[in-house]
């Protein structure tokens, strides 16, 4: 089946600990994208990939790190210098349309959980 | 004024009700407009997609109103299975992201 993997599903962390949460789509999207979503908020951008070898920060970077080596795969470090990991973490694919346009698709998330 | 906006909720409707959510963006240069299904600690899925002004799939409604800035989502005929966050979601121009409003939830009661 075609679609978006989000591994793992749960994940703990101690504080000080850098972690992936890993990101794999075989849609052939050229695009793919990482949100964090915390309770009552919406969906915030931490960053995104509109093609192999090149990403941007999204408004909430700080912290965190990604790379795109590979057109299916964008793997996301939340690092130590992130001060409030804890969140439910949305990685989305989409297809670049003419103007911009997108559809994004999501992943079934990674809840991560600083201990 | 908030790049997207939504009220929160909840909507407590009944089984049968026609209920309408709003929308409201800040940059009237937006060209698409999305919105997302969320059921609780899942992920977003989309539910309809407005590029002009509007769509329609089934009992679900959406329209864009270009001079006021807004987009509404109508379902009719509720379910219960329609319990739910719907998430309303704008690309901006010149980006290939999306940036998602708070969101609103919907209680169906029987």
């Known amino acids: 089946d075609g679609g978006i993997t989000q591994s793992p599903k749960y994940l703990f962390r101690k504080e000080g600990q850098n972690v992936t949460l890993s990101c794999e789509q075989n849609l052939n999207h050229d695009a793919m994208y990482w949100y964090r979503q915390d309770p009552g908020q919406g969906l915030r951008l931490i960053y995104y990939?509109?093609?192999?070898?090149?990403?941007q920060k999204g408004d909430i970077a700080e912290g965190y790190s990604v790379s795109r080596e590979k057109k299916e795969s964008f793997p996301l470090t939340v690092t130590s210098a992130q001060k409030n990991p804890t969140a439910f973490y949305l990685c989305?694919?989409?297809?670049?349309?003419?103007?911009?346009?997108?559809?994004?698709?999501f992943g079934q998330g990674t809840r991560l959980t600083v201990v | 004024r908030k790049e997207v906006e939504q009220d929160p909720g909840p909507f407590n409707v009944p089984e049968g009700a026609t209920v309408a959510f709003n929308c409201t963006y800040s940059?009237?240069?937006?060209?698409?407009f999305f919105w997302y299904r969320q059921d609780c600690r899942k992920e977003p899925k989309l539910l309809m997609s407005?590029?002009?002004s509007g769509n329609e799939d089934g009992r679900f409604t959406a329209q864009l109103n270009r001079a006021s800035q807004y987009i509404s989502l109508l379902i009719r005929d509720s379910k219960l299975s329609d319990s739910a966050t719907y998430l309303c979601?704008?690309?901006?121009?010149?980006?290939?992201?999306?940036?998602f409003g708070k969101g609103t939830m919907l209680l169906v009661s029987p």
């Open positions: 989305a694919s989409s297809i670049i349309l003419g103007r911009g346009n997108t559809e994004a698709f």
């Open positions: 940059n009237s240069a937006s060209q698409s």
């Open positions: 990939s509109q093609i192999v070898n090149d990403f």
């Open positions: 407005v590029y002009s």
């Open positions: 979601a704008v690309n901006p121009p010149g980006y290939s992201t999306l940036t």
